[in-house]
């Protein structure tokens, strides 16, 4: 069955739940957020919780995140460059501590992080550059003030 809807070309839309579960069934990622969410909703249903904790819902990131080890085909081979960003975005403590390979999630997490820290490096710079240059005009017209020159024309 699953051969034939694989060589037709189907659709998930057009497969049977048996099919999508037997699909579904491979994946341990999944099972294992699967099982979770199900103890969660258990949980709450018992106790009456009606929302979320902040620590339940750092245990629920976490245990979603693949924390295995990684090879060619789960990872990327991380260059000098993104060890260091790597390590300044505190994904890891330090640049011996990364593995060969890192996870793509991983990457994408340090990527997020380094594009918060670039945006708020160029805002800090412009705005520095932007007040000292705003100084230093400042510093230049009350000298030429007590100077005695007067602008008559701008050029």
């Not at 049977?16 to 990622?29: G, H, Q, W």
């Not at 994408?108 to 160029?122: C, E, L, P, Q």
């Not at 932007?130 to 510093?139: K, L, Q, V």
Request: glycine share 4%; hydrophobic share 40%; net charge positive.
């Amino acid at each position: 069955m699953l051969s034939s809807a694989i060589r037709c070309g189907s659709h998930a839309s057009r497969m049977t739940p048996a099919v999508s579960m037997a699909i579904r069934r491979f994946d341990p990622l999944e099972a294992k957020m699967a099982q979770k969410r199900a103890e969660v909703i258990q949980q709450q249903e018992g106790e009456g919780v009606k929302y979320s904790t902040k620590d339940d819902f750092k245990q629920t990131v976490q245990d979603s995140r693949y924390q295995g080890a990684a090879d060619a085909e789960t990872g990327h081979v991380p260059t000098k460059w993104q060890k260091k960003f790597l390590v300044l975005t505190k994904l890891y403590p330090s640049a011996a501590d990364i593995p060969p390979y890192v996870h793509n999630g991983t990457m994408n997490r340090m990527h997020d992080r380094m594009r918060v820290v670039f945006i708020v490096t160029a805002s800090i710079f412009f705005f520095s550059t932007f007040y000292i240059a705003e100084r230093a005009m400042a510093e230049k017209i009350a000298r030429d003030r007590d100077a005695g020159v007067v602008v008559t024309r701008m050029n």
